[in-house]
């Protein structure tokens, strides 16, 4: 795949780790450096998507703005961007619940969508340091919770969006899901205990259709 054998070689002989930028915003004369996270993001996926046609990587923006995927390659595997704060743990969502077992009853391969994944820290004046850089799957960054099945950010009892584990930690206490299957099953039994009329065949009908698609047991 592009991402492995040619993006992420490139995003690192070019030394994006270590690398800084500044981020500013000008109306009206009025010049203003960054000082809030919630933007940095955004920005950084547009740098990507301007720094693959710089680089003469083919890509388009996924059919629909906020919904799987953030890219499309060249060699036609989606991709999903994200980024966090280095200073703190990863707190980005990895996707709705609703709409991602939803979406895995007809697009499961979605399973193996490749994250890439910035890790940032802002300094005073608007300047933007990247610490690190990964590819992840989606399962890679989820793991299991005592309380909610999988970790879940769950208001008023409705789970709202999957968040992932800070992999970066040394801590036991600290688990992951060890493969795809873990994680689908995961999300079985989180759609039990939350809606557990909702979709009586979900498991089923995911294993199946997984098959069909990519020639794969789940």
Known sequence: MILRT?????????????????????????????????????????????????????WQPGLHAQSWPDFILSDGSHLEFKAFDGTASPNFDLANFDAFTRSLLTEPERLDTDHLVFEYELFAGGIVRINNIWIKKIWEMAGPSTKNILNLQVKQGVPVNIRPKNWRTNSSRVTFFGQRLDFVLALDQALQYFYPARYPNWLNTVQSNYLARTGHAL
């Not at 690192?12 to 004369?29: E, K």
């Not at 010049?31 to 940095?40: E, G, L, Q, S, Y």
């Open 6 to 58: 040619t993006i992420f070689p490139l995003l690192q002989s070019q030394q994006l780790i270590g690398s800084s930028g500044a981020i500013s915003f000008n109306l009206l004369g009025v010049n203003v450096n960054v000082a809030t996270k919630d933007v940095i993001g955004g920005l950084l996926q547009d740098w990507f998507g301007n720094w693959m046609t710089i680089n003469n990587i083919g």
